[in-house]
């Protein structure tokens, strides 16, 4: 196997790792999307496998999610050096130190009230509070899709732009305007051990469109899935696969 095959997608930017940040998504790409966010499983070895990419991009190796920062300490502990949750309303930029957090309207709690009601209504719907926001789940009751958009549209129409909704999969997420994973890129590219890097953000949902375009914007690359891997299996093969080789199976 060449070293271009390791490297991912033919023709795409991959730096070497001395001059590389990682900056990955976790849902859906560090790991298989699950039934409900709590039931998802950290495969063995994906944790060893980002302890050796981090030492290997001089600690600079990030999580970038829709979770909160606690959350991703939960599944992965002290495995990233960074962690940013809330879609990059939250930003840790160093082990255990400050999450640092925008500052940003509180969404109203009859929005909370209303939610709550409609879960009630339609059996398997789930709601997943955040600080900023919250997230309105129906992979377990598809049929309600509908409805919860039209309700979280009246919401977010009547906040005068305060709010917008961020389709993911399987969910309608109620979030303030003016943070994204592109925000988060952004912020933890300015300070060590990122600044100076070519960050590469990978991930898989339209959410992580703002990251991937952030990093091209900064010099560096977005791998999406299934676009460039056909589904977390494949990238973590390849994380592994960078992991256990020298600086020659990154370039392309």
Excluded: N
Excluded at 7 to 29: K, Q, S, V, Y
Excluded at 73 to 89: Q, S, T
Excluded at 166 to 184: F, L, S, T
């Amino acid at each position: 196997m060449t070293p271009t095959e390791y490297a991912g997608p033919a023709g795409r930017f991959m730096p070497p790792p001395h001059e590389a940040a990682l900056l990955l998504d976790f849902d859906g790409t560090l790991v298989d999307i699950a039934p409900t966010p709590d039931s998802v499983v950290v495969p063995p070895g994906l944790p060893d496998v980002l302890r050796r990419l981090r030492a290997k991009c001089g600690d600079a190796l990030a999580v970038i999610s829709g979770r909160g920062v606690d959350q991703i300490d939960h599944f992965l502990g002290d495995v990233p050096f960074a962690v940013a949750g809330e879609h990059g309303i939250a930003v840790r930029h160093r082990p255990d130190g400050p999450v640092v957090r925008a500052d940003l309207p509180a969404v109203p709690s009859e929005w909370v009230q209303r939610a709550e009601t409609l879960a009630a209504e339609h059996p398997g719907v789930r709601i997943e509070r955040k600080v900023a926001g919250f997230v309105l789940h129906y992979r377990a009751a598809p049929e309600a899709a509908d409805a919860l958009l039209d309700a979280a549209q009246a919401w977010v129409g009547a906040s005068g732009g305060a709010f917008h909704i961020q389709a993911a999969k399987m969910a309608w997420e109620i979030r303030p305007d003016g943070v994204d994973k592109g925000h988060a890129v952004a912020a933890l590219m300015q300070s060590p051990p990122f600044a100076g890097r070519h960050p590469i953000f990978v991930g898989d949902d339209v959410t992580d469109e703002d990251g991937i375009r952030a990093a091209v914007s900064l010099g560096g690359a977005g791998f999406r899935i299934p676009v460039d891997f056909p589904d977390p299996a494949a990238f973590r093969a390849w994380l592994a696969t960078l992991a256990a080789g020298g600086e020659d199976v990154w370039g392309v």
